[in-house]
């Protein structure tokens, strides 16, 4: 959607001409799709327009609003926007949860996404595997391996996004842990067999 910003404008633009206020679905509509085909300057451009209608942004336009923060690796924004959610009282669903700790990943702390993940009252698979993530990919191997630990724990079973979360820890660790190259090895060999995989991740509880 990269040359489609003032095609955008324009239909909006011709919307009000004939009288039709651009709603929540329309103004989502724009936010995702400039977010999801990497353009998180232009989503975010029409996330603030929603906020200068009068619109209250819903989860997915606040979800959409924190991917084009970690897209455009602005932390400053993020934070604003993570204020104006507590302000508001708005939940953090497994959507925005995950978005929000995407975004603090994406930006280089992982202490933040940590934060928020430590408040969601609920944690499905997509929020463990946010959270994996965000450690993994930020040299946080021990609290990535950690956070699986708890996970299994928690009886939410991994599923191909865990382990493919979890492998970069496992490789940075194996050059620091003796032992932790036969678990990656044991990993990779199951990636196809989740039930396995547990019991692996069961056995050094």
Not at 32 to 52: A, E, P, S, V, W
Not at 98 to 112: E, F, K, T, V
Not at 167 to 182: M, S, T
Request: hydrophobic letters at 45%.
């Amino acid at each position: 959607m990269g040359g489609c910003h003032e095609e955008a404008i324009l239909l909006l633009n011709e919307m009000k001409a004939l009288g039709f206020v651009p709603d929540i679905i329309t103004w989502n509509g724009l936010i995702t799709g400039f977010t999801k085909t990497g353009d998180g300057n232009k989503g975010l451009h029409f996330f603030f327009r929603i906020c200068q209608t009068g619109i209250m942004p819903n989860v997915t336009s606040i979800s959409s609003a924190f991917a084009g923060c970690a897209l455009v690796k602005d932390l400053k924004l993020g934070k604003r926007i993570h204020g104006y959610v507590a302000r508001n009282k708005i939940e953090l669903s497994t959507g925005v949860g995950s978005a929000l700790i995407s975004m603090y990943s994406d930006c280089g702390r992982p202490d933040l996404a940590c934060s928020v993940f430590s408040e969601l009252s609920v944690r499905d698979v997509v929020i463990w595997n946010s959270i994996i993530f965000a450690c993994a990919h930020n040299e946080q191997g021990v609290t990535a391996l950690n956070l699986l630990r708890e996970m299994v724990k928690s009886k939410v079973q991994p599923n191909m996004v865990t382990i493919v979360s979890i492998l970069p820890a496992c490789a940075r660790l194996a050059a620091l842990q003796q032992g932790k190259e036969i678990l990656c090895c044991r990993m990779s060999r199951m990636m196809r067999k989740k039930t396995a995989f547990v019991d692996i991740v069961r056995s050094w509880l």
